[in-house]
């Protein structure tokens, strides 16, 4: 056998092949290279060094402590540069690993796998169906999240209301409450911090067995107003009751409980007072005593004076003369300008919520009770409370806003309803017609007879812009101003009233007043006289 100079192997430098030969010098008498005719290189006595067969051969012994260099795929010699050709190589593609069936219980140790076509099959399409339904998965969650909690809400809502019914309920049906904390409840309303805010002083409470009722004075819906007499002690004093029905809502009620706890904060002496309440014992309704006024509301004194109705002036009150609607109106603005002071937004000021009592002394009230009398003069919009329209500003009808300056415009509906004789403001209109009118900016034309300063009031208080009407303290100042001046020295004085001569019933106008009798044509055009020659 020849030994021969080992050729130079690709992937390494002479350096390397030149220390690898050095190191195989040791060992040649155990290791061979033997060069066959087919282009193999047979290297034996590979044994102690194995790195002598490259890095694609590998060493193998055999049992009678030989070695050599095979390729470990199919055992042939490598090729002269130690290579093996015919090796297998795994393809890049990855492939899904089969799935690995555990063995029953009657084998042990086996292992059954899926075709490779049909496992790569089943797993895209299991991977498909999770995909495709990753979104119809998210959806009913989600939807399922978002029913309980509207349910949970729900069941919050309603398990809250009740507790406060029942809380309130027994707030009322109990004992007597502290009426120094005031009689509202902090959940019954929501207090505005830019108007009054007050305490509230001691209210007296007085015993259902010191009030005897005398008569009737009025009756709505909810409640009744009587004349009574109050017996504390040895003195006595007429009163007036107002007494809530068994019937009543309990927004009726509440709107009661309301006007006592506002009534009692107020000391003027054109503000009705309170003297005391009854509270609610078992069945039994509360009751709320005030200061009696023997003539009732304004509206009815005026009406009374008007030359349109036939009824006569009330007993005991004098006729109204324009210093008497003038000396009205003074009491009006005195009484608006100290609420105005404590940030007191009254929002149903007109001629029915003021009391007239004895030498024409007016106070404003809020019964509560005239929303129930003066239907007509209220009406509902979008499904709200009772609401006095023709009385309302702008901002109040369309946005619901209440505050100082739509006072303001209310107490200029109050003077034309003065000078008018209670008449109904926007007269032979209807609510809705009302409504229309006040979005159209159409306003009130002053009343017949009215002192011109008294109409630039009026226009004052019925400014667009909230912002530029007259305060309070101004109309006051210049009413108090023209006391005493001749109110009539500016205005015509009214023509004579002509005869009638139609004795028929329609003689009369809308306003009650006479029709003018009907008069004969003239012939303005006459021919003129023939000349004579």
Same mark, same amino acid.
């Given at each position: ?116 076509? $049909?496992?790569? #099959?089943?797993? %895209?399409?299991?991977? =498909? ?6 979104? *119809? /998965? !998210?959806? &009913? ?77 009025? $009756?709505?819906? #909810?409640?009744? %107003?009587?004349?009574? =007499? ?6 006595? *004093? /007429? !009163?007036? &009751? ?292």
């Amino acid at each position: 056998m020849e030994r021969r100079r080992m050729p130079r192997r690709r992937g390494l430098s002479s350096a390397e092949i030149r220390a690898e030969l050095s190191a195989t010098t040791e060992s040649t008498q155990q290791s061979e290279i033997i060069l066959p005719i087919n282009g193999n290189a047979v290297i034996t006595g590979c044994k102690d060094r194995p790195q002598i067969c490259g890095k694609e051969a590998a060493c193998r012994s055999f049992t009678d402590n030989t070695s050599k260099c095979v390729c470990p795929h199919d055992l042939s010699p490598p090729t002269t540069d130690l290579k093996c050709p015919n090796r297998l190589i795994v393809p890049l593609t990855p492939r899904p690993i089969p799935n690995i069936i555990p063995p029953n219980g009657n084998s042990t140790n086996s292992t059954t796998a899926l075709p490779e076509a $049909e496992q790569y #099959f089943h797993t %895209v399409q299991q991977v =498909e169906r999770v995909r495709l339904r990753v979104p *119809e /998965i !998210v959806g &009913i969650a989600v939807a399922f999240v978002a029913v309980l909690a509207i349910l949970l809400s729900i069941v919050y809502c309603v398990k809250k209301r009740s507790y406060n019914v029942k809380s309130q309920r027994n707030s009322l049906d109990g004992t007597p409450m502290n009426l120094k904390k005031g009689l509202l409840l902090a959940n019954k309303y929501t207090p505005n911090p830019q108007y009054f805010s007050c305490a509230s002083p001691e209210v007296p409470i007085l015993q259902r067995e010191s009030l005897v009722f005398l008569e009737d004075i009025g $009756e709505g819906c #909810f409640g009744k %107003v009587y004349k009574g =007499e109050s017996c504390v002690g040895d003195s006595k *004093e /007429i !009163v007036a &009751i107002k007494v809530l029905k068994e019937s009543a809502s309990r927004e009726a009620e509440e709107d009661f409980m309301r006007e006592v706890d506002i009534m009692s904060t107020f000391g003027h002496r054109n503000i009705l007072s309170l003297k005391g309440v009854v509270l609610r014992e078992g069945n039994n309704s509360p009751w709320m005593v005030f200061e009696y006024m023997p003539y009732g509301d304004l509206a009815e004194v005026l009406r009374s004076n008007s030359r349109q109705f036939s009824r006569s002036t009330k007993p005991g009150l004098q006729p109204l003369t324009q210093e008497s609607l003038h000396w009205i109106t003074i009491q009006i603005a005195a009484g608006m300008t100290y609420l105005s002071g404590q940030r007191f937004v009254h929002r149903d000021l007109a001629c029915r919520n003021c009391l007239v009592g004895s030498d024409l002394v007016v106070k404003i009230a809020d019964f509560g009770m005239s929303r129930d009398v003066y239907t007509c003069d209220y009406y509902k919009i979008g499904g709200s409370r009772l609401l006095p329209v023709r009385w309302m500003s702008p901002e109040s009808v369309m946005y619901g806003r209440f505050t100082l300056e739509s006072d303001v415009w209310s107490f200029g509906v109050v003077l034309w309803e003065v000078y008018s004789f209670g008449k109904q403001p926007y007269y032979g209109h209807n609510n809705e017609e009302v409504v229309k009118l006040i979005f159209q900016g159409i306003m009130l034309i002053p009343p017949e007879g009215c002192p011109p300063f008294v109409c630039q009031l009026m226009r004052e208080c019925w400014k667009t812009d909230p912002k530029d009407r007259i305060k309070f303290s101004e109309i006051l100042e210049r009413l108090e101003k023209a006391k005493g001046k001749s109110i009539q020295q500016d205005t015509l004085p009214r023509p004579p009233q002509g005869p009638v001569t139609i004795r028929t019933p329609d003689v009369l106008d809308p306003d009650g007043y006479l029709l003018p009798a009907p008069t004969k044509p003239h012939e303005y055009l006459q021919t003129l006289p023939a000349l004579s020659d």
